[in-house]
């Protein structure tokens, strides 16, 4: 099983009871036994305060035999289980809650974590995202733990570049960077996978990689040159590492860079961002020709994805076919709808066009999503 930071989070969690959350009923008392519903509701509280957990599980169990819709009893039975590594159990639990309080952030987190460790991992980014979204109180700990693992799902998600902001954000509040090196490494080299199951021949690579994000995030540009250097000279043929110098190339010394790009394209034939990249750079050279060939290409290996259909309609624009490149935007808003980039391309198509409307719209979406950014 993977353990990420599983006993601090459930201490976490459990110090702050779920918002709203009421207390249990004391009236009617109900009798299981010789012990009423009150009797073992004390019986449970008392055992989990003095971390005795077998005991706690077993009163909260008998309690929510009695009360099957207890919210507090869901919710400490839900985090004893999730403590006590019983985590396909502990989701049942933390979901039967949720059905109660769905606006519960620390519910979603902890639920999204119990997820993550019986390897649902699809479930469990969606889940965390929406404790996030909730909001988990100014709980700076628990904000960190589920933004980490939130952060390392979206890289194994592919979703590389919003999984490195979240990392970034931890580096921004001061966070110790040690355990952000080889995700960083995962996220910028491209490489979808859980720091747990880097291949062993790719470990280094990786860290060396994760490194120098850090170094270019500190301004730290000498540093950060020498070990794309080393990358370079010690993974010649690795994927993912053309990539990550052409990007950084690209900043510095354009042909450079869609030289690096161009090569890992040829390492590894079905690169989407690598041809996003090229093509968002022959843009801005006013090159179409070059930046929609390479955009069509992204398109054939992935037709659904948003992000070619914004560098799709961008380039449409720019060679004047306004119409082409607004349906290729609306295409990209539906697969994305909370990117605030294709939002913005809309609002200045949509102005341009004369769509009044339209633009009013999308600037509206574009205050609201900013909004939320804030917020979260």
């Known amino acids: 099983m993977i353990a990420i930071l599983a006993p601090a989070l459930f201490a976490l969690a459990v110090s702050f009871p779920p918002q709203d959350t009421p207390k249990p009923s004391r009236s009617a008392p ?8 009150e009797q073992l509701v004390q019986t449970a509280t008392r055992a989990r305060e003095e ?33 006590t590594e019983n985590d396909f159990e502990a989701c049942v639990f933390l979901r039967r809650f949720l059905a109660q309080h769905p606006e519960n952030g620390y519910g979603w987190a902890l639920l999204g974590m119990s997820e993550f460790q019986t390897r649902d991992y699809t479930r469990a980014l969606d889940h ?20 980490y693992v939130t952060a ?15 990392l970034f954000a931890q580096v921004a509040s001061g966070g110790a960077t040690a355990t952000l090196v080889e995700p960083l490494g995962l996220a910028a ?34 540093d950060a040159a020498k070990l794309f250097n080393q990358l370079e000279t010690k993974y010649p043929d690795q994927p993912g590492v053309h990539f990550l110098i052409g990007v950084y190339e690209l900043g510095v010394r354009p042909d450079d860079g869609v030289k690096e ?25 006013q090159d179409i020709d070059q930046a929609m060939s390479f955009a069509q290409e992204a398109l054939k290996l992935e037709p659904k994805n948003g992000l070619v ?19 290729e935007l609306e295409t990209a808003r539906d697969a994305l709808p909370d990117e605030v980039g294709i939002r913005w391309d809309l609002f200045r198509a949509y102005t341009a066009a004369g769509r009044t409307e339209d633009a009013g719209r999308e600037k509206s979406e574009i205050e609201r999503l900013s909004k939320q950014d804030a917020a979260h």
């Open 189 to 222: 080299l491209h490489l979808p996978f859980l720091p747990t199951e880097i291949p062993a021949n790719r470990k280094e690579m990786v860290q060396i990689a994760g490194t120098a994000a850090l170094a270019l995030e500190a301004q730290k540009y000498e």
């Open 152 to 166: 390392i799902l979206l890289i194994r998600s592919e979703q590389y570049d919003a999984g490195m902001s979240l």
């Open 51 to 83: 971390n005795r957990d077998s005991a706690a599980i077993d009163a909260y169990r008998q309690a929510l035999k009695l009360k099957p819709e207890w919210d507090e009893g869901l919710w400490y039975l839900g985090a004893l289980l999730y403590e």
């Open 261 to 285: 790009l161009k090569r890992e394209i040829e390492i590894s034939p079905s690169h989407v961002s690598a041809r996003l990249r090229l093509a968002e750079e022959y843009i801005k050279r």
């Open 30 to 37: 109900v009798a299981h036994g010789t012990a009423t519903f």
């Open 128 to 147: 965390l995202q929406q404790g996030l979204v909730a909001g988990l109180g100014d709980n700076k700990k628990m904000i960190a733990t589920v933004s």
């Open 309 to 327: 259909h914004m560098v799709l309609g961008e380039a449409a624009i720019a060679k004047g076919d306004s119409a082409g490149g607004i349906r």
